[in-house]
Structures are given as C-alpha cells and as structure tokens.
C-alpha cells in the first residue's frame, strides 16, 4: 500500500493504466494500492479519463457491478493517425531502400520499437472493437509488429513457421501459393498454439497479392478458427484488384512504384481512413 500525494497519485495511476491496456480493473485493486478511498478513486479517474479522451490517447470504460472496474482502451486519433502516416511514408521513400530486384528494405523501420508500438496502436484503433482471442503472424519480419499489437490489445500473439521445428510438438501444415511468384510454400502452426474456433486478427509487414495473408486464413480454417480481421503495414499498389487473394483489409501505407534506374520509390497512405469513412 502506497500513501501519496494526490497529484502524485494520479500519475501512478496514469501509467498503471497505459502499461495495462484493454485489462479490467477493479476500483478495489487501486483503492488498496493507494490507501484512498473508493469515492476518491472515482474522482482521480474522472479526472484521468477526461485527459485521455481530451487528448486523443483514448478511451476509459467504467463497468458498473460486482465484477466492474475501469479499462483502459487505447486509441490514436485522426489527426495523429494522420502524422504517423505521413511520416512512415516519407521513410519507406527513401531512395537508399531499393534493393536488386526492385526490392524494398524495410528491416530497420521494423526493428524500431517506437515506430511499431505506434503502428501496433492504430491497429489497436481499427480492430479494439472486434472480438479477438489472440493475433497471428508468419515468421519473422511481422513478428516485432504482431507483438506491437498485441500489447496493446492484451492480447496473446500466434507464430506461424515456415517449416516445422521439433520443440512445437504435433502440428499442422499447408502448402499455399505465393500469390505474386505462383510459387509453392509450406506454413505450419503448433496444435497447442491455437485453440479451436478462436476468432483471430492476422497482422503482417507486407502484401503484395496476399498469397501468405490468404496462407494463413487456410491454416486457420484447419482449427475451425475465424478470421476478425487482417491489418498490414505496407501493400503493395502495383497489383491489380482482380490479382489480389484478399480484399478485407487494412493498412497503413501503400507502396505505388520503385523505380531502381531513377532511384525513386512511390508511396502513400493506405486504405486505414478510406476504411473507417474518413
């Protein structure tokens, strides 16, 4: 039990919040923490709640009951959603990204912690309403963006392999095709990863036809799981509607052209606002 100031109080409380995103919490757990009150932790919490929705950092839920209690539901807001856009946009079109092949370096914007706990907050945004058990990804560059997301769902995150590894114990396998290069694949999950007839959010760096995407929608189909919903960072806009295997998606940006002789890379914000009417 902690005795503090009440300013003081209301920023331990602030952070206790954030670090706990979507997890209900009982009056009674900070009335204890804090040797307050239960009135005073209400009012501590009107104020906080006040701040979070003035401020565009979110929502605070108060459940009424027995069972009740506050929870934190992060959200980013338009304007905000709007300049974290911008700026991913500018950083994938940097000319030093294009590699042999027309091809786009993206591991060190993955490998920023920062810059994916942004991304995995307006995911958290577009699907927090949804009705999700746990979010899945494929080995290995959207794991640091599924974890992302995931933290601010509190939600558990799902690996799919490549190939099978000992140490998952039984598991099951597809083949997909790649639904750029017409290629053959292998994607396996553990059993014990996932259990049946969950409802899933798939999250990945990068689509181009959507041929892993659509991979992994299979392989849930093997654990009578559903789909709630899928959000990549990038996609690519130099596929065709009709060449796509997935329509229902969201994403952030949208990758046009790379153009290696010029040295120039095209890119803009993806359908997030489109898809939420904005």
């Not at 839920?61 to 974290?84: N, S």
């Not at 907050?121 to 080995?139: R, S, W, Y």
Request: glycine share 10%.
């Amino acid at each position: 039990m902690k005795k503090l100031k009440r300013s003081a109080r209301l920023v331990e409380m602030t952070h206790y919040l954030l670090s706990r995103p979507h997890h209900l919490i009982p009056l009674t757990t900070f009335a204890q923490r804090y040797g307050a009150a239960k009135s005073s932790i209400s009012e501590d919490l009107g104020i906080i709640k006040e701040v979070f929705e003035g401020e565009g950092m979110g929502d605070l839920l108060t459940l009424a009951g027995a069972a009740g209690g506050v929870k934190y539901i992060p959200r980013v807001g338009w304007e905000q959603a709007k300049v974290f856009i911008r700026q991913l946009c500018e950083k994938l079109a940097q000319s030093d990204r294009i590699l042999p092949g027309g091809y786009l370096y993206m591991s060190d914007l993955l490998g920023q912690p920062a810059l994916m706990n942004e991304a995995g907050k307006l995911f958290a945004t577009a699907f927090g309403d949804l009705e999700i058990d746990c979010i899945m990804t494929v080995e290995t560059k959207g794991i640091p963006l599924a974890y992302a997301t995931g933290a601010e769902l509190n939600l558990p995150v799902v690996l799919v392999r490549r190939d099978h590894q000992v140490t998952e114990g039984s598991a099951v396998s597809i083949n997909y095709v790649s639904g750029s290069h017409k290629s053959l694949h292998t994607m396996t999950l553990s059993r014990r990863a996932l259990k049946e007839r969950s409802r899933v959010l798939i999250v990945d760096d990068f689509m181009k036809a959507g041929g892993t995407i659509q991979g992994m929608v299979d392989l849930l189909a093997e654990f009578n799981a559903e789909v709630a919903g899928v959000g990549v960072l990038v996609e690519s806009g130099e596929v065709a509607s009709e060449q796509r295997l997935l329509h229902d998606y969201v994403s952030l940006a949208t990758l046009r052209a790379v153009d290696a002789k010029e040295k120039e890379i095209s890119v803009e914000p993806g359908n997030y606002f489109s898809k939420f009417g904005q």
